[in-house]
């Protein structure tokens, strides 16, 4: 139980870091080429004005005082989360055959140090 506890603890710990080094060195640029395939669509522009008036963008409806809902944002999280996912599950598809490799090497010393105990 120790062993799952502290692999989950490493494995938040490193998609944390993980998530703020994309964040930093990709900024919003990982959403232009998803913005590209869809038409040059930049999400975080996207909103629906909550007061029934129409706004040409988002910062027209801000300087109104406007209630949005930004849901062109929460798009933007959402990308980025499965960009970051992908990349971390990416990377520990490629490390586990050397896990397994450890594992099979333990087991084997295990085995043998069972026997020479008897």
């Known amino acids: ?18 998530g703020k080094s ?3 060195v990709g900024g919003r ?37 406007a209630p949005t809902v930004n849901y062109g944002l929460f798009l933007n999280t959402i990308i980025n989360f499965l ?7 990416f990377a520990g598809a490629a490390g586990k055959p050397l896990d397994q490799e450890t594992g099979s090497r333990l087991k084997r010393r295990r ?4 026997r020479s105990a008897r």
């Not at 232009?32 to 029934?52: E, K, Q, Y």
Request: glycine share 12%; no cysteine; hydrophobic share 55%.
């Open 1 to 18: 139980m120790r062993g799952n506890v502290l692999d989950l603890a490493v494995g938040v710990i490193i998609g944390a870091a993980f």
């Open 22 to 24: 994309s964040g930093i």
């Open 29 to 65: 640029h990982p959403d232009a080429p998803i913005g590209r395939l869809v038409g040059r669509v930049d999400f975080s522009s996207l909103f629906v004005s909550l007061n029934g008036t129409h706004y040409d963008s988002l910062a027209l409806a801000k300087a109104a005082g």
């Open 83 to 89: 960009i970051v996912a992908l990349a971390v599950f």
């Open 111 to 114: 085995r043998k140090s069972a």
